[in-house]
């Protein structure tokens, strides 16, 4: 099957400026995450979707990041006016009823690295 | 709320050189406990998982067993391959959703 797929790889902004990241998780995952890892950091869970409904977003800065999944398929994050801390990559994750139910964990897209400058 | 501590890194070893990572959680309930591992330039692959107390996940020659008494999920190789250099990271699975610890990166050397 084909996994989850992201873009752009890599990006490079100024700061204040604005940046979006797409996602398109595996065809019937129902669930979907957006995750940031900072350089030297473990991924931290900035929000998840069921279908798409937002299930938890209580870890996303929402004074600048927006995240939005229409049609409970694809997804895409947004960071606007983005800080120099804002550099990370950013990891979408998705995941089945089933994987979720028996917590099996999640499938990894290969990310988005952001460079805030 | 639900946490991951793994050893600090990095790790150098030499080929073929026995391999332990250690990991410890704290967590209310019963988390799924897993290794993911992210090689160079690639996103988070999952290595093995367990999902109850005392099952051994494995995969790819690495082991590492659910133990509730001592809060661990410590990740072991017999025998260590240059190909394995990567970072690898302990989870917790709680409420739908992975949390991580910091990640340790680990280095072979032939």
């Known amino acids: 099957e084909a996994g989850v797929a992201q873009s752009p790889r890599y990006k490079i902004i100024e700061k204040r400026q604005s940046v979006a990241f797409w996602c398109n998780p595996i065809?019937?995952?129902?669930?979907l995450y957006w995750y940031q890892q900072i350089l030297g950091q473990g991924p931290k869970l900035l929000i998840q979707?069921?279908?798409?409904?937002?299930?938890?977003d209580s870890q996303l800065p929402k004074d600048r990041f927006s995240a939005e999944r229409l049609k409970g398929v694809d997804s895409t994050l947004k960071i606007q006016p983005a800080k120099l801390e804002d550099s990370a990559v950013y990891l979408c994750?998705?995941?089945?009823?089933?994987?979720?139910?028996?917590?099996?964990?999640?499938?990894f897209g290969s990310g988005t690295r952001l460079t805030v400058v | 709320g639900d946490s991951v501590t793994q050893m600090e890194g990095p790790v150098t070893l030499s080929e073929e050189a026995f391999l332990t990572i250690n990991c410890t959680y704290t967590?209310?309930?019963?988390?799924?406990l897993f290794w993911y591992v992210q090689y160079p330039g690639e996103g988070l692959q999952l290595l093995l998982k367990?999902?109850?107390?005392?099952d051994k996940g494995s995969n790819k020659g690495f082991e590492a067993t659910y133990r509730k008494e001592t809060t661990s999920f410590h990740l072991e190789k017999g025998s260590v391959q240059v190909s394995d250099s990567a970072v690898y990271f302990c989870?917790?699975?709680?409420?739908?959703?992975?949390?991580f610890g910091q990640g340790t990166r680990l280095t072979i050397n032939p």
């Open positions: 065809s019937g995952h129902a669930t």
């Open positions: 367990a999902t109850k107390a005392d």
């Open positions: 967590a209310t309930g019963y988390p799924s």
């Open positions: 994750a998705s995941s089945s009823s089933r994987d979720v139910l028996f917590n099996y964990g999640y499938t």
């Open positions: 989870a917790l699975s709680a409420d739908q959703k992975l949390v």
């Open positions: 979707f069921q279908n798409n409904g937002v299930v938890d």
